[in-house]
């Protein structure tokens, strides 16, 4: 599995309703992508989570690499490019991915977390793979994710919610979902499912 997530700041009179509109439009077509379990299309909206400025987003949990190549080339991404220009794709390699018991995501919460360098690495991924799935397990989870780039060494948590989340670590950005596309969503295993 594959984390991919990409933001694109706006400027400060970007009618946001725009990105209202083409989340509506595009998420019924991305709900038909295989190999995809979530894309979500996200917003920062200035003034609120802490957003100093508008953000466009898109958060994806592909199930193979494969299908996020075929993203790249079959030019999904173009339309990206062609409204927003170029977005670095942040990918990472999943290490857990679970399905919680809520329904509709309203929030969604990416946590970047450096791994330090004299941390033994087997109990890293143990310890986020536990956690990850006893994350699931609350009430407001819609899905929630875990991966790494073990280019820098950095842990992104993932988290889609119900309800706006709370008592969260610094390092934590939350955005508004517009529209969560999720093709494959209910195959994720829960957080009881080993």
Not at 3 to 11: D, K, Q
Request: proline share 4%; glycine share 6%.
């Amino acid at each position: 599995m594959l984390i991919a997530h990409y933001s694109h700041r706006l400027t400060a009179d970007y009618d946001l309703d725009i990105l209202h509109q083409r989340a509506a439009a595009n998420a019924e077509r991305w709900a038909a992508i295989p190999d995809l379990y979530f894309k979500g299309f996200l917003l920062r909206q200035a003034g609120r989570h802490g957003a100093i400025a508008n953000a466009y987003s898109a958060l994806y949990l592909w199930r193979q690499d494969a299908a996020f190549r075929d993203f790249l080339v079959q030019d999904r991404y173009k339309t990206v490019t062609d409204t927003f220009g170029r977005a670095d794709i942040d990918v990472r390699v999943a290490l857990d991915a679970r399905k919680g018991p809520a329904r509709d995501a309203r929030f969604a919460v990416v946590d970047n977390a450096p791994i330090g360098v004299d941390v033994a690495l087997g109990r890293v991924w143990a310890d986020e793979i536990a956690l990850n799935r006893e994350v699931a397990e609350g009430a407001d989870i819609v899905a929630t994710a875990v991966g790494v780039d073990a280019r820098t060494w950095t842990l992104t948590r993932i988290r889609l919610t119900a309800e706006e989340p709370a008592g969260l670590p610094p390092t934590a950005v939350i955005y508004q979902v517009l529209q969560l596309a999720r093709p494959l969503l209910e195959t994720l295993p829960s957080s009881r499912q080993d």
